[in-house]
T-cell receptor, first 113, second 113 residues
Framework: GNSVTQMEGPVTLSEEAFLTINCTYTATGYPSLFWYVQYPGEGLQLLLKATKADDKGSNKGFEATYRKETTSFHLEKGSVQVSDSAVYFCALSDQGNDYKLSFGAGTTVTVRA | NAGVTQTPKFQVLKTGQSMTLQCAQDMNHEYMSWYRQDPGMGLRLIHYSVGAGITDQGEVPNGYNVSRSTTEDFPLRLLSAAPSQTSVYFC????????????FGEGSWLTVV
């Protein structure tokens, strides 16, 4: 079956630091890959996505590249802000069942001023 | 545009009680689903529906029932609540096209004592 593994947190950073959250996956076929963000007390919001190999998703200064050869979709941001403090989830959807998501465990990121 | 609306936001139940979590979307999405979020486990799919009158089980369906009588509504029923069902529940909806964005509600915090 499908599975997503992402680096364990919590991660604590200073403002303007570089952020990387590793995500690897196991899936059959060609899944779509997603990063969702959950701010304190809120639901999940789509941060970015990629639907095929070598696609790069980007939003709000965050980037992730779909690497089929390493089955990875690592999230990066060059200079984090306090407002980026949140829980980040890596997820994938089945090829042909793009509405069913399998999630990683989530990584809590705290950015300090 | 309200998006995905869940009620109630907070609920405390006693073991053995029943209740229904409501979910409504106003985007005319075919697909709706329910996830539960537990610490260190990400989100796990409980039940889903690809259209009115059609439902199916996800990864963790035991103890939950669903129905989809209209496109807009997808209630989740707990028939006899157990402490193991203490969790945060998220309803989601989307169209069923490839790579389409899945929209989440703000969550329902359920405690079973």
């Amino acid at each position: 079956g499908n599975s997503v593994t992402q680096m364990e947190g919590p991660v604590t950073l200073s403002e303007e630091a570089f952020l990387t959250i590793n995500c690897t996956y196991t899936a059959t076929g060609y899944p779509s890959l997603f990063w969702y963000v959950q701010y304190p007390g809120e639901g999940l919001q789509l941060l970015l996505k990629a639907t095929k190999a070598d696609d790069k998703g980007s939003n709000k200064g965050f980037e992730a590249t779909y690497r089929k050869e390493t089955t990875s979709f690592h999230l990066e941001k060059g200079s984090v802000q306090v407002s980026d403090s949140a829980v980040y989830f890596c997820a994938l959807s089945d090829q042909g069942n793009d509405y069913k998501l399998s999630f990683g465990a989530g990584t809590t990121v705290t950015v300090r001023a | 545009n309200a998006g995905v609306t869940q009620t109630p936001k907070f609920q405390v139940l006693k073991t053995g009680q029943s209740m229904t979590l409501q979910c409504a979307q106003d985007m005319n999405h075919e697909y709706m689903s329910w996830y539960r979020q537990d610490p260190g486990m990400g989100l796990r799919l409980i039940h889903y529906s690809v259209g009115a009158g059609i439902t199916d089980q996800g990864e963790v369906p035991n103890g939950y029932n669903v129905s989809r009588s209209t496109t807009e509504d997808f209630p989740l029923r707990l028939l006899s609540a157990a402490p193991s069902q203490t969790s945060v529940y998220f309803c989601a909806s989307s169209t069923t096209g490839a790579g389409n964005t899945i929209y989440f509600g703000e969550g329902s915090w359920l405690t079973v004592v």
